[in-house]
């Protein structure tokens, strides 16, 4: 077997490595899209994440990108969503009344401070990951994340006139360092 051959087989093998990682993480791709939307329907963040995961792997196929590893290719996967639902969500339609106060919340920011906000919180990246997602600086992922935190601290006060007693505690829990 030649060098070339061989490269060739490990790249396969790392390419459906890839594909089975990102198979595996739908469901958690599918709860950004619903969140980023704020509480868009299921059909529609399905399509978000459909779409988003055909043109990675299209990218992957024809190596305009190729990520290293499966957190690399994550991150891959995270980016394109969040950038098709930036020309989609860019202003959040109001959440129906069977949302949760929590939808309400987020569909009051800002698109890009929704994305960070979820980003470090709900699906965990570090800073420099979540910032390298939304396409931001780190110093400007800080300050959106404040002003997401605040905003949605603030809305949570405000929404019925008093801090209702699950939102100190969502707040706390909105606020993961890492």
Same mark, same amino acid.
């Given at each position: 077997?030649?060098?070339?051959?061989?490269?060739?087989?490990?790249?396969?093998?790392?390419?459906?490595?890839?594909?089975?990682?990102?198979? %595996?993480? =739908? &469901?958690?791709? *599918?709860?950004? /899209? $619903?969140?980023?939307?704020?509480?868009?329907?299921?059909?529609? +963040?399905?399509?978000?994440?459909?779409?988003?995961?055909?043109?990675?792997?299209?990218?992957?196929?024809?190596? %305009?990108? =190729? &990520?290293?590893? *499966?957190?690399? /290719? $994550?991150?891959?996967?995270?980016?394109?969503?969040?950038?098709? +639902?930036?020309?989609?969500?860019?202003?959040?339609?109001?959440?129906?009344?069977?949302?949760?106060?929590?939808?309400?919340?987020?569909?009051?920011?800002?698109?890009?401070? $929704?994305?960070?906000?979820?980003?470090?919180?709900?699906?965990?990246?570090?800073?420099?990951?979540?910032?390298?997602?939304?396409?931001?600086?780190?110093?400007?992922?800080?300050?959106?994340?404040?002003?997401?935190?605040?905003?949605?601290?603030?809305?949570?006060?405000?929404?019925?006139?008093?801090?209702?007693?699950?939102?100190?505690?969502?707040?706390?829990?909105?606020?993961?360092?890492?």
């Amino acid at each position: 077997m030649t060098n070339e051959a061989a490269f060739a087989g490990r790249l396969m093998s790392n390419y459906e490595d890839i594909l089975s990682e990102l198979s %595996e993480a =739908t &469901p958690f791709f *599918r709860r950004y /899209a $619903r969140a980023l939307g704020a509480g868009v329907g299921l059909v529609v +963040a399905d399509g978000l994440v459909h779409s988003a995961l055909q043109g990675l792997g299209a990218r992957l196929r024809a190596r %305009e990108v =190729t &990520p290293s590893d *499966r957190e690399m /290719a $994550r991150i891959e996967a995270y980016k394109a969503i969040t950038s098709l +639902a930036a020309h989609k969500y860019q202003v959040a339609s109001a959440p129906g009344p069977r949302h949760p106060p929590i939808v309400h919340g987020l569909a009051a920011l800002d698109f890009t401070d $929704r994305a960070v906000l979820l980003l470090v919180s709900l699906e965990g990246f570090g800073y420099a990951a979540a910032a390298d997602i939304a396409g931001i600086s780190r110093e400007t992922l800080f300050l959106r994340l404040q002003r997401a935190r605040a905003a949605l601290e603030n809305w949570s006060a405000n929404s019925s006139g008093v801090v209702q007693v699950g939102a100190a505690r969502s707040s706390a829990h909105l606020r993961v360092i890492k």
